[in-house]
């Protein structure tokens, strides 16, 4: 089966460091994306990998391992517009996108 | 235009209604899709269309009735729904269905109430 493994909610005060953890098993690997999601509002892509390491764009980074099946998202510099439901998403073999249920982000003053 | 625009935003209907869900795109995108999204929860993927044919159902009920007019438009058409049916009903584009860096660009979605 396919599975992606998020936690389900984090806490981290304003101007900190936090990182959001996400593993899969998945029938192929084509990419790895993280998306943001404010409350009712529509997800916004964040990042994408496909090849191992580190992608950094501002205060976020997005970090793959396909041997070891995982993938964090590290945002710094946290500020309270931060608090969102982060979503990793695995395109598989047949190039469709499988979501863990998201990991829902609280920033406190 | 990096945007795709979804109407309504809010959707009231009762068990007999019959209502569309519409879904416009000019970024020359050609894959379309529908998702549906209950509270805390990701989305769910309903219906993909290709080069403005249905590639994907995932086992839509067939009150739920996609339509793409052109290559920029998406309808979801609503019949008979149930109370369970209300969610958030997202549209997303993405340049086409088959490539690796396939970003989807999403809608603000429509609010969907059954009663």
């Known amino acids: 089966g396919q599975n992606i493994d998020q936690p389900t909610e984090m806490t981290a005060t304003e101007g900190a460091i936090v990182q959001i953890n996400c593993t899969y098993q998945t029938s192929g690997f084509n990419g790895l994306f993280w998306y943001q999601q404010h409350a009712g509002e529509a997800p916004t892509f964040l990042s994408y990998?496909?090849l191992d390491g580190l992608e950094e764009k501002g205060r976020f980074s997005s970090f793959l391992s396909r041997s070891k099946g995982y993938s964090y998202l590290l945002l710094k510099e946290l500020q309270m517009k931060d608090s969102a439901s982060y979503l990793c998403?695995?395109?598989?073999?047949?190039?469709?996108?499988?979501w863990g249920a998201g990991t829902k982000l609280i920033i406190k003053p | 235009d990096t945007e795709v625009t979804q109407t309504p935003k809010h959707l009231v209907m009762g068990m007999t209604n019959k209502k569309s869900l519409k879904c416009e795109q000019h970024m020359g995108h050609r894959a379309m899709y529908w998702y549906k999204q209950k509270a805390k929860k990701p989305p769910e993927l309903m219906f993909v269309y290709s080069y403005e044919k249905l590639s994907i159902n995932e086992s839509v009920p067939s009150r739920f009735s996609p339509e793409c007019p052109n290559s920029s438009l998406l309808n979801l058409h609503l019949h008979a729904l149930q109370p369970e049916d209300s969610a958030l009903y997202l549209c997303?584009?993405?340049?086409?269905?088959?490539?690796?860096?396939?970003?989807?660009?999403f809608g603000a979605g429509s609010r969907l109430t059954v009663l």
């Open positions: 998403a695995v395109m598989d073999s047949n190039y469709q996108l499988i």
């Open positions: 997303a584009s993405s340049q086409d269905g088959s490539s690796g860096a396939n970003v989807l660009t």
């Open positions: 990998n496909v």
